[in-house]
């Protein structure tokens, strides 16, 4: 296999000088200048967020939630679904009234939706007020495009296409002082019928284990409990290093790392998701008893035509695996109603799987065509009443399930993550089972950022209740 590139230490030095000089061009006035960060999309989006606002920290901005406020703008888009890109054009449309009122603002778009020619060519015709866009693979050089901004004015676009590089070293600044986020690897070999992400984030490549290693001793260092390593398909992890290692490996190795904290990882593919892998899940006492499996449609055609690669039996088996070493496991999956083509007999055979494996909540999407993926070409005579039906008939069945799951942890004692204070005043806290179910408690905010036993009152279809014990 092609080695990773890696993009060399000096050059992230360059860009923490840049940084320098862009904050010495932004700091003349009496204020901080302030940056907003919008950020759509997956984990993996607010993972590169958490790296920009790491850049914009070392450029002397401030945070600011207001766009009045912001001397710079940066939306970090996806492509996902149609909807994602249309909340984007809609968002930056309105901007052109902002930039008329503050001239001075720099408003900057880049992640996956501008990473596609067809939305790259609308920004450039349509939407004149974008000063910069740049795609996932040159969010390494951020700072040097703000400050190329700053210096000689005129539109920038970074678009190159690339099969992906890894940078270390660019600063971070997180959103969250309890939770984090560490990327393992990048990009996705797969090609999933109806999927743009393989298009817009480039290949397989993983991170060094040594680089995450130190991430994450650090992040519990800092007082961090609850690390999620991510990935587009976290299972295939390690297949082009130096020297290969597999995900259960580097599993193992986090959890070795000494401290009172919780590993989750996402996503895993179930063609890649191996009774090695479970193994290691049952025997890493860290490891949260948790796996979120995308299924996708529970019907064999539609599986291939997917490109999916793994058939409703080997799926379902591979469930019966990991329930036999860990009984109380917590599982959700992702779902695509009205794939093109998609029979009404066909669709039955995905309510099918719920009923069997009994998920405990799910993400369910009707199909979306994406320019450019194979999918999209396919005919699709399904209607949009006819798949919303359907999907409404998946939600229904999957909420009962989730308030019948739900519902069995009535009286029982958790030991939690207290994370927060409750948007909904009838409570205090909200805390997270080990399978990361909410929790919304009564008990004093001093609890916030500990493992806390949860006594158990109550519950519904999307979350429990309950008090500190
Ligand atoms: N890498 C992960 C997640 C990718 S995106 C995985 O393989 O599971 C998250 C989810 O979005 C996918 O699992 C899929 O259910 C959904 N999705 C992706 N492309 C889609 C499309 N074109 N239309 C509708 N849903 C889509
Ligand atoms: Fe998309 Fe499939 Fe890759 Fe997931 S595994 S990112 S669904 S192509
Ligand atoms: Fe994530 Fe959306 Fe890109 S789901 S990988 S931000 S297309």
Redesign the pocket.
């Known amino acids: 296999m092609e080695r990773t590139t890696r993009i060399a230490p000096e050059e992230i030095e360059h860009q923490l000088e840049l940084c320098q000089r862009t904050a010495a061009l932004t700091s003349s006035g009496p204020e901080q200048p302030l940056a907003f960060v919008d950020t759509y999309g ?1 984990q993996q989006n607010e993972a590169d967020s958490e790296r920009i606002r790491g850049y914009l920290a070392a450029m002397g901005f401030g945070f600011t939630d207001d766009e009045e406020k912001a001397r710079i703008i940066v939306i970090n888009t996806c492509a ?2 149609e909807h994602a890109e249309q909340r984007v054009f809609g968002n930056v449309g309105a901007l052109v009234h902002v930039k008329r009122r503050h001239p001075e603002l720099l408003i900057c778009l880049c992640g996956c939706m501008v990473q596609q020619p067809h939305a790259a060519q609308k920004l450039r015709e349509s939407y004149r007020h974008v000063d910069l866009v740049f795609g996932p693979h040159a969010l390494w050089k951020f700072p040097e495009m703000v400050y190329g901004l700053l210096t000689q004015r005129g539109r920038t676009f970074e678009l190159t296409d690339s099969p992906g590089s890894i940078a270390e070293g660019i600063p971070v600044v997180r959103q969250d002082s309890i939770k984090a986020w560490v990327s393992i690897m990048y990009g ?1 070999n ?1 090609f ?1 019928s ?4 393989p298009y817009v984030r480039g290949r397989e490549r993983s991170r060094k284990p040594e680089d995450i290693l130190d991430e994450v001793r650090r992040l519990v260092e800092d007082g961090y409990k609850d690390i999620t390593l991510l990935g ?2 976290v299972n295939s992890y390690g297949k082009d290093l130096e020297e290969p290692m597999d995900f259960s490996a580097l599993l193992e190795q986090v959890n070795a790392i000494p401290g009172d904290f919780l590993i989750r990882f ?4 179930p063609k890649d998701a191996t009774q090695r892998l479970f193994e290691t899940m049952a025997h890493c006492s860290k490891v949260a008893p948790v796996l ?1 499996l ?1 299924f ?1 449609a529970g019907n064999d055609r539609v599986l291939k035509a997917m490109n999916r690669r793994h058939t409703r039996d080997e799926y379902l088996q591979k469930i019966r695996a990991l329930k036999a070493l860990i009984p109380d496991i917590v599982l959700t999956s ?3 109603v009205g794939f093109p083509g998609e029979t009404a007999g066909e669709f039955e055979d995905t309510l099918r799987v719920l009923e069997e494996v009994r998920f405990d909540a799910l ?8 320019r450019g ?1 194979p ?2 070409e396919l005919d699709d005579p399904t209607t949009r009443e006819e798949k919303l039906a359907r999907f409404n008939r998946l939600l229904a069945l999957q909420d009962a399930i989730s308030e019948e799951k739900h519902a069995a942890y009535i009286g029982r004692t958790v030991r939690c993550l207290v994370d927060g204070r409750s948007d909904d005043t009838r409570w205090d806290l909200t805390a997270r089972t080990p399978g990361n179910r909410l929790v919304r408690l009564t008990g004093d905010a001093s609890a916030i950022g500990q493992f806390r036993d949860v006594k158990i009152t109550g519950a519904n279809k999307w979350s429990l209740f309950g008090e500190l014990a």
Do not use: E, G, L, W
Not at 266 to 269: D, E, G, L, R
């Open positions: 997956c996902i679904r996705c797969n999933c109806y999927c743009i992400v587009q398909n996402m996503t895993s593919h979120h995308p996708q992702d779902i695509i993400f369910t999407f009707i199909f979306s065509p994406r993926t999918a999209a």
